[in-house]
């Protein structure tokens, strides 16, 4: 059985920002740290499929059709 260990992460966030991430938590009920960390796995997951969609685009542009791994995939 493996356990995740949570990291922290501080960041900045501008007045209008914190203020807005209040707004929205208090809306929900939650925590403001906790609905960060939702929106943070959000803007991460649209990012990831950006990167995929960007692979995609590429292989049906050069006629490749075959599958592709997780690992084949460029995330800069």
């Known amino acids: 059985m493996s ?11 501008s007045d209008e ?3 807005f991430l209040n707004v929205i938590s208090e809306r929900e ?3 403001a740290a906790t609905k960060a960390r ?4 959000l803007a991460l ?3 990831e499929d950006y990167n995929i969609e960007k ?11 075959n599958t592709i791994g997780h690992d084949q995939v460029d995330w800069n």
């Not at 356990?3 to 966030?13: T, V």
């Not at 939702?38 to 796995?41: A, R, T, V």
């Open 3 to 13: 356990i995740a260990l949570k990291k922290r992460l501080n960041i900045s966030l």
């Open 17 to 19: 920002t914190r203020e």
């Open 29 to 31: 009920k939650k925590p």
């Open 38 to 41: 939702e929106l943070l796995e």
């Open 45 to 47: 997951e649209i990012e």
């Open 55 to 65: 692979l995609i685009v590429s292989r049906v542009t050069k006629g490749k059709q």
